[in-house]
């Protein structure tokens, strides 16, 4: 499984962005996805997670409604649309699958992804 993200880059806070993530070699939906995201300094932290189907999803706290993620099965991308941008979600994102039994699973725990991408870098000037 590889995984590509895309999408990041500068922005002022209040600004959107919306970051892709595009699996290749697997049939994409049958794998759970997640967004993570790691500051410098700090640990890789949970972001959002998205079931097989997309019909689930998760956040983390800090997101407050600010993030949605989505996926297009049909072009085996999962996607992190960001909102209303601070300057603490400063960060590398992350997006990470794992195959999975059941097409409502989320996963909100780093070990519980096997495949990850290479990260893309988000920066939000205040």
């Known amino acids: 499984v590889q995984l590509q993200a895309s999408g990041g880059g500068l922005v002022q806070a209040g600004g959107s962005l919306r970051l892709s993530c595009a699996a290749s070699g697997v049939t994409f939906s049958r794998y759970s996805a997640g967004w993570f995201r790691q500051a410098p300094g700090k640990e890789r932290e949970f972001v959002a997670a998205i079931s097989r189907s997309g019909g689930n999803t998760n956040y983390a706290d800090s997101i407050e409604g600010r993030f949605t993620v989505l996926r297009d099965n049909a072009k085996n991308t999962v996607y992190l649309q960001m909102n209303s941008l601070k300057a603490e979600d400063t960060a590398v994102y992350y997006c990470?699958?794992?195959?999975?039994?059941?097409?409502?699973?989320?996963?909100?725990?780093?070990?519980?992804?096997?495949?990850w991408g290479q990260g893309t870098q988000v920066t939000v000037s205040s």
């Open positions: 990470a699958a794992a195959r999975v039994l059941y097409t409502d699973t989320i996963l909100r725990r780093r070990g519980e992804y096997a495949y």
